[in-house]
């Protein structure tokens, strides 16, 4: 850039602030910048649109699963290394090509959720090792098979009761810790 050309960047930078007019939010403008410069890392974005690179890449992903923006593994040569071993993929995104302008898309659901199943009760997730709750509880039920899978919350305070009892059997007998 010549420094006529600089000078009038600069006026515009001006006349703009002093304009107040709004910026776009960051994903228009990533949005924006991808339409006409399709192929972008996303340090190559951060340092057009003056934004760290950890905000550029949240920006993105949410755009990615809005599916507004599409992505590209391309291999690149990196410096250093031996010979064969200095190739990386690169990421590289560009606007979606079915949009023609900025629409903020709602976020595309994942088909792999599991479904909500109807269960008569509510079960109980163990904080503790199934191997240990199954030892516990059987000493304390005096059973020996146990399904932590199946136990229902009924079950489980049951279990807690009586592991309460035998601690504080235990209690009695050998005191404070």
Not at 9 to 30: G, S
Not at 95 to 100: D, G
Request: proline fraction near 6%; aromatic fraction near 4%.
């Amino acid at each position: 850039m010549n420094a006529t050309t600089t000078e009038m960047t600069t006026a515009m930078q001006h006349a703009i602030a002093k304009a107040a007019l709004p910026t776009p939010p960051l994903n228009k403008r990533i949005w924006t910048y991808l339409k006409d410069h399709p192929r972008q890392s996303i340090g190559a974005l951060a340092s057009v649109l003056k934004v760290k690179d950890e905000i550029v890449r949240l920006s993105v992903r949410d755009m990615q699963l809005r599916g507004m923006v599409e992505v590209v593994k391309e291999p690149r040569r990196v410096q250093g290394g031996p010979l064969g071993t200095n190739v990386r993929d690169i990421l590289l995104f560009s606007a979606a090509a079915n949009m023609r302008e900025y629409e903020l898309l709602p976020k595309v659901r994942s088909t792999t959720r599991r479904a909500k199943t109807d269960k008569p009760e509510p079960r109980l997730l163990s904080l503790v090792a199934p191997k240990d709750l199954q030892q516990a509880e059987s000493h304390a039920a005096g059973q020996h098979r146990f399904d932590a899978e199946s136990m229902t919350l009924r079950d489980a305070l049951a279990v807690q009761r009586k592991l309460h009892e035998l601690y504080q059997q235990l209690h009695a007998v050998f005191g404070k810790e």
